[in-house]
């Protein structure tokens, strides 16, 4: 434990619940591709609290208090903030378990979908809100989407996966799709204003006891509600059969979070915004592995592909899409042969 932490711990005990002559053990925790450590804090063999570090890499590490503390002011199951020290950069919250949405992502349907449904319903909420409330609270935000930041989602895409992992220059791909990337953008953007979590995937999502909790929540911003529920349910992490997601789909429209909006146009639009996101998704396995190091984000490629196809036949016709995606998989297959080295 670093000089600081110790000095952090020293200064909130009483924050945690614990005597000043507690022993304390920590306990650390991979997760993710941020900046960001976490080590699980144990006394007396009970976990107690998780203590966050964030870096200053990324600006919305520091957004990550007020808008917990918003999220749980209105009803969103986020962890509690039990004490912060932003000139330190160290934040102890509330520990919600250890077992995520991934983690049950063998089990068999009739298990998972139950998490789901709750997880929609506690999304709703925030969907619900007046996008416009968290600046009027003061609570700080990234940008929301705009065309610059979905076409800076799809440059991601292009260089980072398609040349970086898939070898197929990222000016001539830009070429067949750059129309269809621009008509996405725009569909997106005529939807309705809502306030998202931006990273809505299993591993953001912690399960316990039959509830559900939401984590990595810094990035929230307005965007629109369907990059959220594209973001769960075409989640490359974990398989879901179509008529699954479909399943999921008609809970949230049932829910009434897109205002009344037509099921077959609700439908489209998550497919839309699919694309969108599995765009930005591929990007960031590539990015993370080829160039962070991360090899592991490498076994997500073929299943993140998958559902970039399926999203591309649900949102189509998208001709250049659909044939870049073609493209890309005869080189993942060539990849994963041995036949592409790069």
């Known amino acids: 434990m670093s000089a600081r932490a110790k000095t952090f711990l020293e200064e909130t005990l009483g924050a945690l619940g614990l005597a000043e002559d507690a022993a304390v053990a920590f306990e650390p925790i991979d997760k993710g591709g941020s900046d960001r450590t976490f080590q699980r804090v144990v006394v007396g063999g009970r976990a107690v609290a998780i203590?966050?570090?964030?870096?200053?890499?990324?600006?919305?590490?520091r957004l990550f208090v007020g808008i917990g503390r918003y999220l749980e002011g209105i009803g969103v199951p986020v962890p509690r903030i039990l004490a912060c020290d932003e000139g330190r950069r160290l934040v102890w919250l509330e520990d919600l378990g250890s077992t995520?949405?991934?983690?049950?992502?063998?089990?068999?349907?009739?298990?998972?979908?139950?998490?789901?449904?709750?997880?929609?319903?506690?999304?709703?909420?925030?969907h619900g809100r007046d996008p416009r409330e968290p600046s009027a609270l003061g609570v700080g935000l990234s940008p929301g989407f705009d065309a610059r930041l979905y076409h800076w989602e799809h440059?991601?895409?292009?260089?980072?996966?398609?040349?970086?992992?898939c070898?197929?220059?990222?000016?001539e791909a830009r070429t067949g799709v750059e129309g269809e990337c621009r008509s996405i953008a725009a569909?997106?953007?005529?939807?309705?204003?809502?306030?998202?979590?931006?990273?809505?995937?299993?591993?953001n999502i912690m399960v316990r006891e039959g509830s559900v909790g939401f984590v990595d929540f810094q990035g929230m911003r307005i965007g629109t509600a369907y990059y959220d529920l594209a973001s769960l349910l075409f989640d490359p992490y974990v398989p879901m059969a179509v008529g699954h997601r479909d399943e999921m789909l008609r809970?949230?429209?049932?829910?009434?979070?897109?205002?009344?909006?037509?099921w077959?146009?609700?439908?489209?639009?998550?497919?839309?915004?699919?694309?969108?996101?599995l765009m930005q998704a591929?990007?960031?396995y590539g990015f993370l592995s080829l160039v962070k190091g991360r090899a592991a984000f490498l076994a997500h490629l073929p299943r993140g592909l998958e559902r970039l196809a399926e999203a591309v036949e649900g949102a189509g016709p998208l001709p250049g899409m659909s044939s870049l995606v073609g493209r890309c998989a005869e080189a993942l297959a060539a990849r994963g042969s041995g036949r592409n080295d790069r």
Do not use: K
Not at 51 to 61: P, S, V
Not at 187 to 203: K, M, N, V, W
Not at 251 to 262: A, D, T
């Open 251 to 262: 809970l949230y429209h049932g829910l009434g979070g897109v205002g009344g909006v037509p």
């Open 167 to 171: 070898g197929i220059p990222a000016s």
């Open 155 to 165: 440059e991601y895409f292009l260089e980072n996966f398609v040349e970086r992992v």
């Open 264 to 277: 077959e146009v609700f439908h489209r639009l998550v497919q839309v915004a699919g694309c969108q996101r």
């Open 100 to 126: 995520d949405l991934h983690s049950v992502a063998g089990g068999s349907w009739e298990v998972r979908a139950p998490f789901y449904g709750r997880v929609l319903e506690a999304i709703s909420v925030l």
């Open 282 to 284: 591929l990007g960031a």
């Open 51 to 61: 203590l966050m570090h964030y870096g200053t890499d990324r600006e919305e590490n």
């Open 187 to 203: 569909e997106l953007l005529g939807a309705p204003a809502a306030l998202i979590h931006r990273d809505f995937q299993s591993q």
